[in-house]
């Protein structure tokens, strides 16, 4: 009896010490130090971008391709007990776009979804829109002017769409916008094409400037035009692509542009996962 009540004594004791790691790796975690963490995924040849504010609300810009990746890499950027994302924000309803997004909300419980007004035609678009409704997440329409507050001074400003676009082709109504904390910033582009760029440049003009850019369209030469590069002006272009794909992105134009501005570009193809750090002053890659 004495050996049994000691082996209990033992088991009891062990157990408070995880218990006590789990707390402390969780209030650790949760303390983000005013550091705001986004990572541009490799998932494949899509966009999927997982941005948590310094206040620890989460927001996954784009669901890449519906081929289980985006689960894979989500799992690594959040602690394994967290199993809810505040937004996501669909760019462009082409499934490459939104094609994990449907396997995220059958795992995680999300609470808004923001998507441009266009109508994407694949079934995995149809089947995200009866998810999102199941599912009560409630549903915005970007809108020029908007201001999406992420929390600790993070916000993301709408620049892009203007007007209703349910009209017009998913890539021309694709949402542009600055993810702003401090004195950093970083633009999203979407698949937006040159014209759209063009516009921008119009209403915007150096007010575009920019940190880093998401290099629109996978790196496509129908983005990234010389005029809108040189008015946001990033130190850094991030390419979500995957290698030997069949679009041939990124195009040899798209990259000699980027090296005619001396910006460093970063592709998913060749580095994975890219992983930035704000604090508001200055953007720190993660290696």
Known sequence: MESVRKNLQLYFLVFLFGITVLIWYAVFREDRHGILTIAFLDIGQGDAIFVESPSGNQMLIDGGPP????????GKMMPFYDHSIDMIMVSNPDKDHLGGFVELLNSYEVNFAVEPGTVGASSEA?????EIKDKKVKLYIAKRGEKIMLGGGAYFEVLFPDRDVSGVSTNDGSIVGRL??????IMFTGDSPQNVEQYLVLLD???LKSDVLKAGHHGSRTSSSEEFVGFVSPSYAVISDKKGNSYGHPHKETLETFDKFGIKVLRTDQVGTVVMKLDGEKIVLQQ
């Open 67 to 74: 081929s289980g990746a985006l689960l894979r890499e989500i």
């Open 205 to 207: 003009g150096k007010n």
């Open 126 to 130: 149809r089947t995200l829109e009866k």
């Open 180 to 185: 702003v904390y401090g004195n950093t910033s």
